[in-house]
């Protein structure tokens, strides 16, 4: 098949779109301000607002379907090839990957999560002929590797001690500074973010690398309907996890009295994928024009994704703005960006058939330069 006209499925598309927004709401906090900042107990009405609607409905819930899709996309990516074939072509996307992630990291976000993917990734294509049942068996270890990881991590961030006043104001001023403290102050910080990443985004990212490749064998996002039908056999199992772990995250995270916190992340394990899996339900039903705007947005995510923290680091290090805003500020601009990332998205694919990064990667990936532009026929 001729890589350049590979047929797309909107639901994936749509799904992808709809993460993309979650995720610009949970990165760009990282993006505006150093941790610890803004303390809980000086929270005003808007920003304490802001936090709970992200620990309830967003918090380990984007990721997990991007992942997911990116389980999916293996599946894609290697039917109707030949073992070499798939196999040098998906070990060039990863290494483009893991390039555009160290390029990212170092330039604009410290959390990147292009970089896990193309290490995950090599750990998917090692299951790539496992059959389902083991398949899903790796995903379920995954998942229950994420309780341990998320209780590592909320001891290092209640065990820690906080950045002093000092350290905090010199990292305001360097992200304030010219473009050569910026890229010093974000390289000081990179490391940092290595732990967390770890902990937080890899066991559940390759449980949803599982079960995305298990999706995409059964066909499950060719049509909504065969996502609908699962959800539907498993709905109150789902809304029962979603309910509880989110909910017991919410209630131990706030539930603090001097010198004693109870450990609310281990229940992500099992509220960030439950309320996740039930989104991607929602997003089935979805249609009419905001289906179709979020088909655009994902038609282009590689390009969102980055496009994001290209805006952030434009607005709050560009303009001067880091540390500035809370909490609540910083979800309204979130959706701007992302709504404005989508609109140029629409714009940039009636005259190119990929984004410019999509472009790229696939470049890169095939071993020669496909072609960008419309012809007449597709634009008519």
Same mark, same amino acid.
């Given at each position: 098949?001729?890589?350049?006209?590979?047929?797309?499925?909107?639901?994936?598309?749509?799904?992808?779109?709809?993460?993309?927004?979650?995720?610009?709401?949970?990165?760009?906090?990282?993006?505006?301000?150093?941790?610890?900042?803004?303390?809980?107990?000086?929270?005003?009405?808007?920003?304490?607002?802001?936090?709970?609607?992200?620990?309830?409905?967003?918090?380990?819930?984007?990721?997990?379907?991007?992942?997911?899709?990116?389980?999916?996309?293996?599946?894609?990516?290697?039917?109707?090839?030949?073992?070499?074939?798939?196999?040098?072509?998906?070990?060039?996307?990863?290494?483009?990957?893991?390039?555009?992630?160290?390029?990212?990291?170092?330039?604009?976000?410290?959390?990147?999560?292009?970089?896990?993917?193309?290490?995950?990734?090599?750990?998917?294509?090692?299951?790539?002929?496992?059959?389902?049942?083991?398949?899903?068996?790796?995903?379920?270890?995954?998942?229950?590797?994420?309780?341990?990881?998320?209780?590592?991590?909320?001891?290092?961030?209640?065990?820690?001690? =906080?950045?002093? #006043?000092?350290?905090?104001?010199?990292? %305001? &001023?360097?992200?304030? @500074?010219?473009? $050569?403290? *910026? /890229?010093?102050?974000?390289?000081?910080?990179?490391?940092?973010?290595?732990?967390?990443?770890?902990?937080?985004?890899?066991?559940?990212?390759?449980?949803?690398?599982?079960?995305?490749?298990?999706?995409?064998?059964?066909?499950?996002?060719?049509?909504?309907?065969?996502?609908?039908?699962?959800?539907?056999?498993?709905?109150?199992?789902?809304?029962?996890?979603?309910?509880?772990?989110?909910?017991?995250?919410?209630?131990?995270?706030?539930?603090?009295?001097?010198?004693?916190?109870?450990?609310?992340?281990?229940?992500?394990?099992?509220?960030? =994928?439950?309320? #996740?899996?039930?989104?991607?339900?929602? %997003? &089935?039903?979805?249609? @009419?024009?905001? $289906?179709? *705007? /979020?088909?655009?947005?994902?038609?282009?995510?590689?390009?969102?994704?980055?496009?994001?923290?290209?805006?952030?680091?434009?607005?709050?290090?560009?303009?001067?703005?880091?540390?500035?805003?809370?909490?609540?500020?910083?979800?309204?601009?979130?959706?701007?960006?992302?709504?404005?990332?989508?609109?140029?998205?629409?714009?940039?694919?009636?005259?190119?058939?990929?984004?410019?990064?999509?472009?790229?990667?696939?470049?890169?990936?095939?071993?020669?330069?496909?072609?960008?532009?419309?012809?007449?026929?597709?634009?008519?």
């Amino acid at each position: 098949m001729n890589p350049a006209l590979a047929p797309r499925r909107a639901y994936a598309d749509r799904l992808r779109g709809f993460a993309l927004f979650g995720i610009c709401l949970v990165n760009l906090p990282f993006i505006a301000l150093p941790f610890g900042t803004i303390s809980p107990e000086a929270l005003g009405l808007a920003d304490a607002t802001a936090l709970l609607i992200s620990a309830l409905f967003v918090d380990a819930k984007f990721f997990i379907l991007f992942s997911f899709l990116f389980g999916f996309g293996f599946s894609v990516q290697t039917a109707g090839r030949t073992p070499d074939e798939a196999r040098r072509s998906f070990l060039r996307r990863l290494c483009g990957l893991f390039g555009l992630g160290l390029l990212h990291g170092l330039l604009l976000f410290p959390g990147d999560i292009l970089t896990t993917y193309a290490l995950l990734g090599l750990g998917l294509w090692a299951l790539r002929d496992v059959s389902d049942r083991a398949l899903h068996r790796c995903a379920v270890l995954a998942l229950l590797v994420a309780v341990p990881a998320f209780t590592g991590l909320e001891y290092l961030v209640q065990t820690l001690p =906080p950045p002093s #006043a000092d350290a905090q104001t010199a990292t %305001i &001023a360097a992200y304030r @500074g010219s473009l $050569a403290q *910026i /890229l010093g102050q974000r390289w000081q910080d990179w490391p940092e973010t290595v732990p967390f990443i770890l902990l937080y985004n890899w066991p559940m990212a390759f449980a949803a690398f599982c079960w995305g490749l298990i999706a995409g064998r059964r066909g499950l996002l060719s049509a909504p309907e065969g996502i609908l039908s699962l959800i539907h056999r498993y709905r109150w199992g789902l809304w029962v996890g979603a309910a509880f772990g989110n909910g017991a995250y919410v209630l131990a995270s706030i539930a603090t009295v001097p010198n004693d916190r109870w450990f609310g992340m281990p229940f992500l394990a099992l509220g960030g =994928p439950c309320l #996740a899996i039930l989104y991607a339900g929602w %997003i &089935a039903r979805l249609d @009419g024009r905001i $289906a179709r *705007i /979020l088909e655009t947005a994902g038609r282009v995510s590689l390009s969102h994704y980055l496009g994001q923290s290209l805006c952030a680091v434009l607005i709050f290090n560009g303009l001067g703005l880091y540390a500035e805003l809370g909490y609540g500020g910083l979800a309204v601009i979130s959706v701007l960006i992302a709504a404005g990332l989508t609109g140029l998205g629409s714009l940039w694919l009636s005259v190119f058939r990929y984004g410019p990064a999509e472009w790229l990667l696939r470049c890169w990936t095939y071993g020669r330069w496909l072609p960008i532009r419309r012809d007449a026929a597709e634009t008519a």
